[in-house]
C-alpha cells in the first residue's frame, strides 16, 4: 500500500493513493500517528479504499511521518570508497554498518524550500531511501529485525560539508553539519510492495537526482552492502529502538555532491546555492522537488565562532 499526508487548512490529513486518486484515512494526520496509536495500516488502507478517492496536486504533499528517533547508515560502499582518500575503504565497513543519530525536529516535506545552514559554504544533499519500524525492537537477531519493518520511504540528508568536516576533526559528529533539514516523502510504501523486486542484499529500484534539470546520480538500491535486516539488528543491540523509527540507508553510490567533486567528475561544478532546484525519483517512493534558500543569520558564539 502506498500512503500519504496532504496539507489541509487546518494541518494534514492521512490517504491511501490508489490509481492516482487519495482516499482519506479519517482521523488520521500522518503514517506516524497511525504507528503511535497501535493501528493496522492495512486495515486503515483497506477501509479507505472502499470509499471515494479525489485527485490531487503532489504539490500539497507534506512528509508522511514525524519520527520519534532517527539514525542515518553507511551501507553504500560505493559512496564511501567516492569519499575516501585513494577509494579506500576501512575493513570495518564491512563488519559492521556505521550510523549517526540524526534530528527528527528537522524533518521536512517533499516539496518544502530547504535553507542553507547559517555559516556554510559547501551545501549538498545525499539521495538515500530509509525503513520505518511498525513495532518497538530490542537486541533482535536480523530476521526478526527485518520482520519489524513496516515499509519505507525517499530520506534526503542534506549536508553542510565545511561544518561537518570541521566538527569531525574533533573526533565528533556530525551535528551541525547533518541536522539543518531532512526531507522524508513523499510516499510511504508498505514492505510488502517491494515483492518481486528483490534484488541483491534489497531490491532492483532505481534511484536518481538532478540539480537544475540536470541530472547527478543514476543508483540502485541493490548496489547496497548491508541488508535492512542487518542495519536495525546493530542498531538496536544491546538498546531499545521505538516503534515508528527511522533508519536511513545512507547515500546511494554517486548521491552527493562531494563524491563527485572528490572523484573529479565533471558532474561537479559547485555546492548548492539559493535558488537552485533539487529534484529526485525513487521508483515505487515518488519525487521530490526543493527549491535551496538563503540560510538564516550566524550568531556568533563568546568565542567568536
Known amino acids: ?33 497511525a504507528i503511535e496509536r497501535g493501528a493496522d495500516l492495512h486495515a486503515l488502507g483497506e477501509a479507505a479504499r472502499r470509499e471515494d478517492g479525489r485527485a490531487f496536486d503532489e504539490e500539497d504533499l507534506a512528509s508522511p511521518l514525524r519520527p520519534p528517533a532517527m539514525r542515518d547508515c553507511m551501507c553504500f560502499h560505493e559512496h564511501i570508497r567516492n569519499c575516501s582518500p585513494e577509494g579506500a575503504l576501512d575493513p570495518l565497513h564491512s563488519q559492521f554498518p556505521a550510523f ?8 521536512i516535506g517533499p516539496r518544502e524550500d530547504v535553507r542553507i545552514p547559517p555559516g556554510s559554504a559547501r551545501f549538498d544533499v545525499e539521495l538515500e531511501l530509509c525503513a520505518v519500524l511498525a513495532r518497538a525492537v530490542s537486541n533482535p537477531t536480523p530476521e526478526e529485525a527485518r520482520a519489524a519493518i513496516l515499509g519505507y520511504t525517499t530520506y534526503l ?3 553542510a560539508r565545511d561544518l561537518q568536516m570541521q566538527e569531525m576533526t574533533l573526533r565528533l559528529g556530525p551535528a551541525k553539519g547533518k541536522d539543518s533539514a531532512t526531507t522524508l ?8 510492495e517491494f515483492a518481486g ?8 529500484v532505481p534511484m536518481r537526482a538532478w540539480i537544475n534539470g540536470r541530472q547527478i546520480t543514476a543508483g540502485n538500491w541493490n548496489t547496497i552492502n548491508w ?4 542495519v536495525i539488528a546493530y542498531a538496536a543491540r544491546g538498546t531499545t529502538l521505538s516503534a515508528g523509527e527511522v533508519l536511513g ?26 535558488g537552485d532546484v533539487v529534484e529526485t525519483s525513487i521508483d515505487l517512493l515518488g519525487s521530490t522537488r526543493q527549491r535551496i534558500v538563503e540560510g538564516l543569520p550566524v550568531h556568533p558564539l563568546s568565542s567568536g565562532y
Open 100 to 107: 549517526y543519530i540524526s534530528n527528527g525536529n528537522a524533518v
Open 185 to 192: 516523502g513523499p510516499y510511504f510504501v508498505t514492505a510488502d
Open 157 to 159: 540528508d542534506w549536508s
Open 1 to 33: 500500500m502506498r500512503f500519504a499526508s496532504l496539507r489541509t487548512a487546518d494541518g494534514q490529513e492521512l490517504g491511501l493513493v490508489a490509481e492516482d486518486l487519495f482516499h482519506p484515512v479519517p482521523g488520521y494526520r500522518d503514517v506516524s500517528e
Open 197 to 204: 523486486r528483490e534484488s541483491g542484499l534489497s531490491y532492483d
Open 227 to 230: 541488508n535492512m535486516g542487518d
Open 249 to 274: 540507508s545512507g547515500t546511494v553510490g554517486g548521491g552527493c555532491l562531494i563524491e563527485h567533486e572528490l572523484t573529479g567528475s565533471e558532474t561537479f561544478t559547485r555546492y548548492l546555492r539559493p
